[in-house]
């Protein structure tokens, strides 16, 4: 079982920039990719960004250029540096573990709100 810890929502003005954190309790030999998935009021949850166990990333076209996927590994740590933030990025995000062939593992969410 790994437990997600999410860190670093909160209300900011567009244009503005947050820091979202992610620590897993462990990193198995399973892991695929962790990442970003985000849900905002009646919609579907969809991907952010995602950091593959290799290095690789992969972002949402709605943040390429605005968003900044990295990892930490000693930390078992994942970061989102959003920049310029705009009101439609207002939902929850959801840190998400994906692994190989297995069921993914998902955090509680952290509200971010874009407002002025």
């Known amino acids: 079982q790994v437990q997600l810890v999410e860190s670093g929502g909160g209300l900011v003005q567009p244009g503005g920039s947050l820091k979202l954190s992610c620590t897993a309790s462990?990193?198995?030999?399973?892991?695929?990719?962790m990442g970003w998935y985000r849900q905002a009021p009646g919609k579907q949850r969809d991907l952010v960004a995602e950091?593959?166990?290799?290095?690789?990333?992969n972002y949402a076209d709605s943040v390429k250029g605005r968003f900044t996927i990295s990892r930490n590994t000693a930390k078992n740590t994942v970061y989102l540096q959003m920049n310029g933030l705009k009101p439609e990025d207002t939902a929850v995000y959801y840190c998400h573990y994906a692994r190989w062939g297995m069921s993914a593992y998902w955090g509680q969410g952290t509200q971010v709100i874009v407002s002025s």
């Open positions: 462990t990193i198995s030999s399973s892991l695929k990719a």
């Open positions: 950091i593959f166990s290799n290095g690789i990333t």
